[in-house]
């Protein structure tokens, strides 16, 4: 990599956009990172239940633009991701991070006054220290979760 003048100083402007230009920076070409949001896009939108058209119409744009989104051929903007994020009850980041391994937290348990049961569950878990009991305490909260009938879950565990 070229990064001299000729003249014995050390051009960093030339450096780093030889730099940028190696690893794509440079250019308006989605890269392998754009493809992965796509991706994590479409799983979340196929989880909630709702069609290309039924987000893009969400967000204001064409069906045919979102399908580029979600294919990754299309960056996707800060705003439009965020607008996406609204639109699928996530948070921005869930739609840059990997396949989460536990599904991700509905928007409306971070508004109001779910939020603040939500921080409450969260503390008086934490001040739980007998391993056993938050285990119990954890088996009870997914047998609520599932609803009436789920009480083997209880007895299983």
């Known amino acids: 990599m070229k990064i001299g003048s000729g003249d014995g100083r050390i051009d960093t402007n030339a450096g780093r ?7 794509g920076l440079n250019n308006r070409s989605p890269t392998s ?14 989880a909630a239940g709702h069609t290309q058209k039924e987000i893009a119409m969400a967000i204001g744009v064409t069906g045919a633009q979102f399908h580029r989104y979600e294919t990754g051929a299309t960056r ?11 639109a699928l009850g996530t948070r921005p980041e869930v739609l840059m991070s990997a396949k989460a ?34 285990l119990a305490l954890i088996a009870f909260a997914r ?5 009436p009938g789920s009480d083997e879950a209880l007895t299983a565990e």
């Open 33 to 46: 990172a754009d493809a992965r949001v796509g991706v994590r896009i479409k799983e979340l939108r196929r």
């Open 101 to 134: 391994t536990t599904p991700a937290m509905p928007a409306q348990l971070l508004d109001g006054a779910a939020s603040d049961d939500l921080v409450e569950l969260v503390e008086a878990y934490g001040a739980i220290s007998d391993p056993r009991r938050r």
């Open 17 to 23: 956009a030889q730099l940028a230009d190696e690893v």
């Open 76 to 86: 996707v903007a800060a705003s439009r991701l965020m607008a996406i994020a609204a």
């Open 143 to 147: 047998a609520v979760a599932r609803g």
